[in-house]
C-alpha cells in the first residue's frame, strides 16, 4: 500500500509540473534538476537494495503511466498552437 501511495504522488507530482511547465513556458530542467540533486543526496542515506529498487519501479512503472497521463494533455496543447 505505501508503494501505491508513494508511486500516486509521484506522479500527481509530475503530472502538476507538466502542467506548470506547458502553461508557463519554463525550461524543465528549472523542475528536474534541484528534483535529482535531492534523490542523489538521499541516496547516500539510504541502503543499496532500496535505491535500485526505487529507481526500477519509478522508471518502469511511472514512465508509463505518467506517458500515458500527459501524452493527451500535451497534445491537446499542441492543437491550440501551444509549444
Given at each position: 500500500m505505501t508503494i501505491?501511495?508513494?508511486l500516486a504522488v509521484g506522479i500527481g507530482v509530475a503530472t502538476m509540473l507538466a502542467i506548470v511547465k506547458?502553461?508557463?513556458?519554463?525550461?524543465?530542467?528549472l523542475f528536474l534538476a534541484p528534483l535529482y540533486i535531492i534523490a542523489?543526496?538521499?541516496?547516500?542515506?539510504?541502503?543499496?537494495?532500496f535505491v535500485g529498487l526505487a529507481f526500477d519501479s519509478g522508471g518502469v512503472v511511472g514512465g508509463a503511466l505518467t506517458s500515458a497521463m500527459l501524452t493527451p494533455l500535451t497534445l491537446r496543447n499542441s492543437e491550440r498552437g501551444g509549444h
Open positions: 501505491r501511495f508513494t506547458i502553461l508557463t513556458e519554463t525550461n524543465i530542467l542523489l543526496i538521499l541516496m547516500k542515506f539510504t541502503p543499496r537494495l
